[in-house]
Every structure is written in C-alpha cells, then in structure tokens.
C-alpha cells in the first residue's frame, strides 16, 4: 500500500508536543501558526536527525538511530538552556562553511540570529546584503546574494 503510514510516539521515541497556552496565543495569533522542524545528519552518522522549535522551553533534538528508531539528546547536545527559549522557526545549514551543519531557530526577536548570519557570512567571506526590514509584508526579513551577483 502507497503512501503515509501513522507510526506512534511510543513506538519511535520522537514524542514531542508545543503548547501553547491561551493566555499567549490570545495575544498574538500567530503563534498559532506552529513553530517548525527541521532535519539533517547533526552528528555525521548518515541517519537524518530531528529538531523540532517550540514555544516556552519544548523545543527537542532527536537523533536517528536506525530503524525508525529516534533518541531525545536536546540535553547531550548541549542545546538544554537554549531549548528554554521560545523558537518560532528553525533551519539546519552549513552556515559557517566548515563542513556541518549548524541549528539556528527564529525567537520572537529575530534579530539575535540575524546578527549570527551577519558575522558568520563574514567570517566565511560569503558575499550577503539584508534583503529586507519587515516594513510590508511583502519585503520579509531576510538574507540573500547581492543583487549585482543575479543575471
Ligand atoms: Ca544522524
Ligand atoms: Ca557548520
């Protein structure tokens, strides 16, 4: 049979819930919108690994050990105290050039990160402008090559 097979929580390891309390998502709405995953080979093994953003501390990384078989190691990893923080978006990307790959996640305050990207780029001489102030909607925030780089 094609297709999607429901595999439980119990059965994989990879358990994870965000909650969201009304008395936050009374006052911004879009919380709701949920926080993210994202996945890659953290540690180098060739199983694709887990993380998944959460709200108010529930943010997890799961290793892959194999036969659809995960590992909670968000505290092993190092990432318990940043995994108390609110993360409402995430990505994994080599964003340092040395050949791994590197968590980042969005916080309610972006900018954190976006001081990150800023000095990593510059540390790996990649060539980046800021592509936007989130003044519209249209013109999100983001990173991206300097427009003298596009045909
Ligand atoms: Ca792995
Ligand atoms: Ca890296």
């Not at 887990?50 to 799961?62: N, T």
């Not at 925030?141 to 780089?149: D, Y």
């Amino acid at each position: 049979m094609a297709g999607f097979t429901v595999m439980a929580p119990e059965s994989t390891g990879l358990a994870f819930t965000n909650p969201i309390p009304p008395s936050r998502h009374y006052t911004n709405q879009i919380l709701l919108h949920g926080s993210g995953v994202t996945t890659g080979d953290v540690d180098g093994d060739g199983w694709c690994d887990v993380f998944l953003a959460g709200l108010g501390g529930s943010s997890a990384l799961f290793r892959n050990e194999g036969n659809w078989k995960f590992r909670n190691i968000t505290a092993e990893a190092g990432l318990g105290s940043c995994a108390k923080l609110d993360a409402t978006g995430t990505a994994l990307a080599d964003v340092d050039g040395d050949g791994d790959l590197d968590l980042t996640w969005v916080r309610e305050s972006f900018y954190p990160i976006v001081d990150a990207m800023r000095a990593s780029a510059a540390a790996a001489s990649i060539l980046i402008e800021w592509g936007g102030d989130w003044k519209t909607f249209v013109d999100m925030p983001h990173w991206q090559l300097p427009w003298s780089r596009y045909p």
